[in-house]
């Protein structure tokens, strides 16, 4: 073993690649960043089967991609480009159920850190990516319900009130002048600052920044990184990568979204799919109304589904929850999404071919990310946990990069960002 990196991150999604340029803009240098497939898309390519053969062609029986969660459509005639929403809020259906958990404070905590999370994104995105009035949409979102739905989420909206959250009730009438009565929603919840990127440009993008500072090194297609071990000394850690490979650090951090088998993550971290579906939208319709084709997004009370309009297409995400450890069955779950898009929105031509995707995410038990060391002496740092939406709180986490593995002092807002997020909340202290 020859070179001894500083930091080497493990994932190129926006959550390494974040963490990786904040590291350079820190002043650490010596720092390597793998990531098995492309930095934003993962690994795309046939994988090897058990007995080493390569596929040629994805098969749905036998081939699991690893499909990265930052992923997006390709743009153009293949769909919308800019899918990821940046959120305020948790995937939780209410936030009396985080306040179960974590307390009020809690609560307090996660919306303050999610709006500092989405705007750190935004300034970035807005600082790096190549043509930011495409591919940033700071146009709010929209969180709605039916009928029998609609006395919880005026519940959630006065929570949101008392907590000083940015947002607007929406009542019926602008509700449905905004969906049309096909949808079926009665009342929203409106989210101003909420936004939409370019997540693989975005993550490109803060890499070829973190790149001309000369601190960064960057091997993507690499052999897939499967063992992490601290040295008997704690002084390094030793990286194992699938071909034989053996790394160096003196540090390193765990950015690899939903698919790590790792011993410390066994249990807490569970890789789910998240499927996608863009439906051609060329007649206006009552979504049409909502400044398409940049509208806003929108999403349920629940957080089933969510979508948007942009560039001639509904975009449609949802049907998560299938494990990322079987066969992604993306057929069958696309056309679901599919078909609840024709229901809620007659207007949208039936049946016509549309483009599809999935991904992979991660979830944990109580939905907040794992952030940090398990313990204090460790070398390995986890940034991973993304819960479906991911880029608020993890941006928020990636931020703390440098003062995670101990090269400044944390403020002491930082300071409860890592401690509501800390991963040691499920490991003997
Ligand atoms: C279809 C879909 C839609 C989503 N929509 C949203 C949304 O609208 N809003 C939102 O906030 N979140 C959304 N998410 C969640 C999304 O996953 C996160 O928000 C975020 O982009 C995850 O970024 P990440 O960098 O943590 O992980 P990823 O983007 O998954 O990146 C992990 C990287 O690590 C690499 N890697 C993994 N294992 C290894 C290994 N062993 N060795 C080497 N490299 C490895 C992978 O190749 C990959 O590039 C969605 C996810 C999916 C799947």
Not at 27 to 47: F, K, Q, W, Y
Not at 241 to 262: R, S
Request: charged share 20%; proline share 6%; with cysteine.
């Amino acid at each position: 073993m020859s070179h001894r990196y500083d930091v080497v991150v493990v994932g190129a999604g926006t959550t390494g690649a974040a963490a990786a340029y904040h590291l350079t803009q820190a002043g650490v240098s010596n720092i390597l960043c793998l990531d098995m497939g492309t930095p934003g898309l993962g690994r795309t390519e046939a994988r090897k089967v058990a007995n080493g053969t390569p596929l040629t062609q994805p098969d749905e029986e036998t081939f699991v991609p690893h499909y990265s969660g930052t992923r997006v459509f390709e743009g153009g005639q293949n769909g919308p480009r800019t899918i990821k929403m940046i959120v305020t809020l948790p995937p939780y259906e209410m936030l009396d159920g985080i306040a179960d958990l974590f307390g009020w404070d809690g609560v307090k905590t996660y919306l303050e850190l999610a709006q500092h999370g989405l705007k750190l994104e935004l300034d970035l995105a807005r600082k790096f990516l190549p043509n930011p009035d495409q591919q940033v949409k700071q146009n709010g979102s929209l969180m709605v319900c039916e009928a029998d739905r609609s006395e919880r989420l005026r519940q959630e909206f006065n929570f949101l009130q008392s907590l000083g959250c940015p947002c607007e009730w929406w009542d019926e009438e602008r509700v449905i002048a905004a969906h049309g009565a096909s949808a079926g929603y009665v009342a929203g919840i409106w989210f101003p600052q909420d936004a939409r990127i370019d997540s693989v440009s975005f993550a490109k993008s803060l890499l070829d920044a973190a790149l001309k500072t000369g601190s960064l090194t960057l091997r993507d297609q690499c052999s897939p990184v499967v063992d992490i071990q601290n040295d008997d000394s704690r002084s390094h850690a030793v990286i194992k990568l699938e071909d034989g490979e053996y790394l160096e650090a003196k540090q390193v951090i765990v950015a690899t979204g939903g698919m790590f088998f790792d011993k410390q993550l066994a249990g807490i971290l569970i890789p789910r799919y998240s499927y996608l579906a863009a439906l051609p939208h060329i007649d206006p319709g009552p979504l049409g109304g909502m400044d398409a084709p940049d509208s806003a997004n929108f999403f349920t009370l629940g957080f089933t589904h969510d979508w948007c309009v942009e560039n001639n297409f509904v975009r449609i995400s949802g049907e998560d929850h299938y494990s990322g450890l079987k066969s992604p069955r993306a057929k069958q779950r696309c056309g679901r999404l599919a078909q609840w898009g024709w229901t809620k929105y007659p207007y949208l031509e039936f049946g016509a071919d549309y483009p599809a995707t999935y991904g992979i995410y991660s979830e944990t038990p109580d939905f907040m990310p794992l952030i940090g060391k398990t313990d204090p002496e460790s070398c390995v740092c986890y940034m991973v946990g993304c819960n479906a939406w991911g880029q608020a709180s993890l941006s928020a986490a990636a931020a703390l990069a440098a003062p995670l593995l101990g090269y400044r002092d944390m403020s002491e807002a930082e300071q409860r960002t890592a401690d509501l997020f800390s991963i040691r909340r499920f490991s003997a202290r």
